[in-house]
């Protein structure tokens, strides 16, 4: 009989595995670049304003996606319906667009976020979850 540590480790290992994939490292490479050029006070002019909003998306869905695969489906890929990215995207749109704003000093309200928001969801929809999908068949 398997102990619950050796399901720990075993689940940790599949996600450490399964989330090592090239497009979502590559997310979290831009979100750190910007986030520490912004610190540093040297912006990065062209990419500054909206890039760390288009990755959100993609990254939280497919960290969604993976764990998903990973409990629920024992490790068979399944791929998220655009309605519920869509939807992701616009609760986030509502949550840091809409009411962060007036509860922070720091957030502040921009229609490009929102459309960035979108355009990384419906690039991870058509692109890496259909690439992610067809990996793991």
């Known amino acids: 009989m398997r102990s619950y540590r050796y399901v720990d480790r075993h689940l940790f290992c599949t996600l450490v595995r399964e989330l090592a994939d090239p497009l979502y490292i590559f997310y979290w490479g831009c979100w750190f670049l910007i986030r520490f050029s912004r610190q540093a006070g040297t912006p990065i ?10 990755v959100f998306v993609p990254v939280v869905v497919h960290f969604a996606l993976v764990l998903g695969c ?3 489906n024992q490790g068979r890929p399944f791929a998220f319906p655009l309605f519920h990215i869509l939807f992701y995207a616009l609760l986030t749109s509502i949550v840091f667009e809409g009411i962060m704003p007036h509860l ?4 502040t309200a921009d229609w490009g976020d929102v459309l960035a928001y979108f355009a990384g969801g419906l690039f991870y929809y058509f692109v890496h979850q259909r690439w992610y999908v067809q990996r793991n068949l």
């Open 45 to 54: 002019p062209l990419v500054n304003g909206w890039l760390t909003d288009f």
């Open 70 to 72: 990973t409990v629920f």
């Open 104 to 107: 922070t000093d720091y957030n």
